[in-house]
């Protein structure tokens, strides 16, 4: 392995605070870049494609907390609802309701996250403000016992400017408190927001984020 991941891995550790947790985004990376990380004690990953991270759950070893943190189709739940631990970016009624329904079926309760749209990028997935206060009006996600809602997640703009970045960020997480007072008042597990990347955890972790899914500057770039 001609990267050095444990040694990225102890640098993006240092420099995140305390109580935030490290979200070790291994897409496209082998289970060798895995393996080393897991070495330095890391045991939570992120990982985007099905397929691919069923082939690293099964080799790889058990005790990792997979995180599911892409645009997860509907008919692919089935699939990892038997051991993810978080699905990070969930964006409709319709997703929550299946991994609800998988989650029964293996009995268990499944952590997800909402995900927001907030950049402005046609490209990103996510619920507006406006949508997601929808859902949580309609109220129909107080009926699902097989998931437990635990916060909110987004991804900031792709751009240098890091005025634009930071303003992101801060609408995320006023929304977050609104969203914790007026439907999660009584819910400890409504804890976590989940933003920054590679090139924006920093400004993230000033904005309130709990959780960064940092994957490039461990890993290095991705071959697709
Ligand atoms: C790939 C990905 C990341 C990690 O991106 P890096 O820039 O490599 O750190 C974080 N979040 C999501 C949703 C991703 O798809």
């Known amino acids: 392995m001609d990267y050095d991941v444990a040694g990225k891995l102890?640098?993006?550790?240092?420099?995140?605070?305390?109580?935030v947790t490290l979200v070790a985004v291994s897409k496209f990376h082998p289970n060798e870049y895995i393996e080393?990380?897991?070495?330095?004690?890391?045991?939570?990953?992120?990982?985007s494609h099905e397929q691919e991270l069923s082939k690293k759950y099964d080799t790889l070893p058990k005790d990792i907390?997979?995180?599911?943190?892409?645009?997860?189709?509907t008919n692919k739940v089935k699939y990892i609802a038997p051991y993810i631990s978080m699905v990070d970016a969930v964006d409709s009624l319709k997703l929550l309701k299946e991994i609800?329904?998988?989650?029964?079926?293996?009995?268990?309760?499944?952590?997800?996250?909402?995900?927001?749209?907030?950049?402005?990028?046609?490209?990103?997935?996510?619920?507006?403000?406006?949508?997601?206060?929808?859902?949580?009006?309609?109220?129909?996600?107080?009926?699902?016992?097989?998931?437990?809602?635990?916060?909110?997640?987004?991804?900031?703009?792709?751009?240098?400017?890091?005025?634009?970045?930071?303003?992101?960020?801060?609408?995320?997480?006023?929304?977050?408190?609104?969203v914790k007072a007026k439907y999660f008042a009584d819910s400890a597990a409504f804890c976590q927001r989940s933003w920054g990347m590679s090139h924006d955890y920093k400004i993230a972790v000033e904005c309130r984020s709990t959780m960064v899914r940092v994957g490039t500057t461990i890993f290095g770039p991705r071959v697709y």
């Open 65 to 73: 907390q997979w995180h599911f943190i892409g645009h997860l189709q």
């Open 100 to 178: 609800n329904k998988q989650a029964a079926k293996h009995d268990r309760v499944i952590d997800v996250l909402l995900e927001l749209h907030i950049a402005q990028e046609a490209t990103k997935y996510g619920l507006t403000i406006d949508a997601c206060r929808q859902l949580l009006d309609d109220g129909e996600w107080r009926n699902l016992n097989n998931v437990r809602i635990c916060g909110l997640m987004m991804m900031a703009s792709n751009t240098d400017d890091e005025n634009q970045i930071r303003s992101e960020f801060i609408q995320a997480a006023d929304f977050f408190d609104e």
């Open 36 to 47: 080393a990380a897991y070495a330095e004690g890391q045991r939570v990953f992120g990982e």
């Open 10 to 19: 102890c640098e993006v550790k240092s420099s995140i605070p305390e109580g």
